[in-house]
């Protein structure tokens, strides 16, 4: 029964993603090339385009004793088209919100991920192939 759940979710999956362009957010664990360089994510530009053309830019915004601060984070590509590695650029303390975005020639996703002291909550990023308001950012701010 779970192999056929699995199988299911899978085959759903990959039809929901066809012709899109999405940012999938990884465990630099997972990616020795990322380790190396000290990731504090993993970035993969994941869809139907040509990984190699994929541009990712980053930014960090957040609140640190009580003042908004916006950081341009700089993405590094790893050996792996479409793979980048991002490394911690922002402060440890406060709350931080990372907002990615993936440019394909006429390609556009972005994904917004949490992040504070205790590293980055890749698990309950956002993903959108249209761009976050500032309200999507202030909500996970709070």
């Given amino acids: 029964m779970r192999k056929t759940i699995g199988t299911l979710i899978l085959a759903c999956a990959g039809q929901l993603l066809?012709?899109?362009?999405?940012?999938?957010?990884?465990?630099?664990?997972?990616?020795?090339?990322?380790?190396?360089?000290?990731?504090?994510?993993?970035?993969?530009?994941?869809?139907?385009?040509?990984?190699?053309?994929?541009?990712?830019?980053?930014?960090?915004?957040?609140?640190?004793?009580?003042?908004?601060?916006?950081?341009?984070?700089?993405?590094?590509?790893?050996?792996?088209?479409?793979?980048?590695?991002?490394?911690?650029?922002?402060?440890?303390?406060?709350k931080w919100v990372i907002q990615l975005v993936g440019k394909n020639d006429e390609q556009f996703t972005n994904t917004l991920v949490a992040a504070g002291p205790d590293g980055v909550d890749r698990l309950h990023a956002k993903f959108n192939m249209k761009a976050f308001e500032k309200a999507d950012v202030d909500g996970m701010l709070q």
């Fill in 18 to 94: 066809a012709g899109g362009f999405f940012l999938q957010v990884g465990n630099p664990e997972a990616n020795a090339e990322a380790r190396k360089v000290g990731a504090a994510v993993v970035i993969k530009a994941v869809g139907c385009h040509d990984p190699g053309k994929a541009q990712v830019t980053a930014t960090a915004i957040g609140v640190v004793n009580g003042q908004r601060r916006t950081i341009p984070l700089e993405v590094k590509a790893l050996g792996t088209a479409g793979e980048f590695a991002l490394t911690q650029q922002w402060p440890k303390e406060g």
